[in-house]
């Protein structure tokens, strides 16, 4: 499909002059972003202290943060110098999105507002003020032409919308950056994305919550067809070493920006959750094994740390040092994948799956029948192992709060920093895999198991290499698991749930993430254990709006969030021939070729 740019005013969904509409979008969004400096309603009955004049709080902060977007964007496409570098995907699309983005923030707002407190009548001024400029704002990006056009031109105001969203890149000149440079706006890049993060997670439950997620849903497309997103790919890419030090210390200052560990608990179960997801990435993503039990390896090294770290309740009453559990818990993880995998792993697809969740609930029923009246008193049943002390390294007790830099850190901020450095060493482990020799044979099988077989490649050594190093790290994880809860119980280690960690929440933060890259499972696995901890609310309904969530996402992105790039070749058209042309080569060209080389 070949596109080009136009400025046709015809083509947009509203008919305005494109520079007209530009100038009003970026207006407009300047007075939404002043209008969070009034009072939205006049009580402080509704989440967020919308109450003050000349102080944005709450969901006002976001309105804030649209209202700029959107401002710098449009400023950009008038061709301000110093802001053309915004844009270099795409200049109308962009500013569509982002406008789209504050309108929906701002007006889920308002009606939250009027529903919480009973009625239009508890907004203040400033409320209406901010409904009526996002709203203009959102009326003046549609009268944006669309940044490039189809080989049908659209005929109907859907289909211009639709269009509008499409970004192409633009082809403009860009000065050449110093190293130095480069570095500090992937810094600047990732205490961005902590501040985002961080206002996010302590952000109230409910609406609150809900209107930061919308807004942040529709968002990151802006920056993406802004070509923003991509561009970072690139530096990160270019300076790899910098790029990981800086998301490094972006995590590890999470701790830090809390008081209590009512929040630093779900960030320690999300790096615990995706330590495990890139472990499975290792096997479903490289090798292309499906494996629905892999939970029962998280479940092997807790329940093998619980019975070596001192709890009073273990069968075995020993207390190894944490290096000793830890190693503990991932040898004996790493020996169930050998066993398990060693006579199942000659089974493909469906069948292997099976069997792999035949696994995973006889690894839970074993758990809850060694409990000293249907089998060997070992695990307690479903009563479990409980009373798991806390973790004490080099006299550092991790169960008491400690001052750190002379900032305070709770608890669980302790085990948070813990799991930085496991997942640290956990990323390092895949990285170093994925690009060695046996991590391209893993790919080689996962694309083509018979092309792989036949030129030479051991599938059944490389699929169960894979099987035990996922294993081993799932174990890994399973350990710190089991002194962060401090028991391990048989329920804990489910197939599907409505909590993570369960076999079914880890395949789809891989699948969700993007299957076989390194930072796709890492973002799938804190999507899908920060929305439910926070949408808690909802309570039976969390299951039906993740089903309806996976649905959409297999849609529109069936190659995940962060995908590689085969993946993107594998799920969209390109244009590109899968085979080359395989057409006879001309009689009269071949023999005139032979003469000229004679």
């Known amino acids: 499909m070949t596109t080009h740019t136009t400025t046709d005013t015809a083509r947009s969904v509203l008919p305005l002059p494109e520079r007209t509409a530009r100038i009003t979008t970026a207006a407009a969004a300047l007075a939404t972003a002043l209008t969070t400096g009034l009072a939205w309603t006049w009580s402080n009955d509704f989440p967020g202290e919308l109450t003050y004049y000349g102080s944005p709080a709450g969901l006002q902060l976001i309105t804030l943060a649209g209202g700029i977007l959107t401002l710098l964007l449009a400023a950009a496409g008038l061709g301000i110098r110093g802001l053309q570098w915004l844009t270099p995907g795409g200049r109308n699309a962009p500013v569509l999105l982002a406008a789209l983005a504050t309108f929906a923030a701002t007006w889920f707002t308002l009606i939250a507002i009027a529903i919480h407190l009973g009625g239009l009548v508890n907004l203040e001024p400033g409320g209406f003020a901010a409904g009526v400029t996002s709203l203009v704002t959102l009326a003046a990006a549609l009268g944006l032409p669309a940044d490039h056009t189809p080989d049908t031109p659209p005929t109907t105001a859907w289909q211009r919308f639709t269009t509008s969203l499409t970004a192409t890149p633009v082809a403009r000149r860009t000065r050449e950056l110093p190293g130095w440079a480069e570095i500090l706006i992937i810094a600047a890049a990732f205490a961005t994305g902590l501040l985002a993060f961080t206002y996010g997670i302590d952000t109230d439950d409910g609406a609150p919550f809900v209107g930061y997620l919308l807004f942040v849903v529709i968002a ?136 792999t969740l035949g696994f995973g609930e006889i690894f839970r029923i074993a758990m809850l029948n060694l409990n000293g009246t249907t089998g060997p008193d070992v695990t307690n049943g479903a009563m479990g192992i409980p009373n798991i002390p806390n973790l004490e390294i080099f006299g550092f007790n991790f169960g008491e709060p400690h001052h750190i830099l002379g900032i305070p850190v709770a608890t669980y901020g302790n085990y948070y920093l813990l799991m930085i450095l496991v997942t640290a060493f956990v990323v390092l482990v895949f990285r170093r895999a994925a690009a060695s020799r046996i991590g391209r044979a893993w790919i080689a099988i996962r694309e083509d198991e018979t092309a792989a077989i036949a030129m030479g490649i051991n599938s059944f050594r490389l699929r169960l290499l894979a099987f035990a190093l996922g294993a081993s790290l799932a174990g890994l994880a399973g350990t710190v698991h089991a002194h962060v809860v401090t028991t391990a119980t048989p329920e804990q280690f489910q197939f599907a749930g409505p909590q993570p960690p369960n076999s079914a929440f880890l395949l789809a933060a891989v699948i969700l993430g993007g299957m076989g890259t390194l930072s796709g499972p890492l973002v799938g696995a804190a999507l899908l254990f920060l929305i439910p901890a926070k949408l808690d609310f909802l309570q039976d309904y969390q299951l039906l709006l993740f089903g309806i969530a996976l649905v959409l996402l297999m849609r529109f992105r069936p190659e995940g969030l962060i995908p590689d790039r085969r993946k993107q070749l594998e799920f969209h058209e390109t244009g590109q021939l899968d085979v080359p042309d395989q057409r006879l080569p001309d009689t009269d060209a071949t023999l005139g070729a032979t003469q000229a080389k004679a």
Request: proline share 4%; charged share 10%; hydrophobic share 55%.
């Open 220 to 355: 990151l497309p802006a920056l993406n067809r802004a070509g923003l997103i991509k561009r970072l790919t690139e530096l990160t890419h270019k300076h790899r070493g910098p790029a990981l030090a800086a998301a490094l210390i972006a995590a590890a200052s999470f701790p830090f920006t809390q008081d209590t560990d009512q929040y630093t608990i779900i960030g320690a179960n999300i790096l615990i959750f995706a330590t495990v997801a890139l472990g499975l990435n290792v096997v479903v993503g490289l090798a292309g094994l499906l494996d629905l039990g892999y939970v029962a390896f998280l479940g092997v090294g807790a329940y093998a740390a619980a019975l070596v770290s001192g709890s009073p309740e273990s069968a075995l009453g020993l207390h190894f040092p944490f290096w000793a559990a830890l190693l503990t818990g991932a040898a004996a993880s790493l020996v169930f994948g050998v066993l398990i995998g060693a006579p199942t792993l000659r089974l493909r697809g469906d069948y292997l799956a099976i069997v």
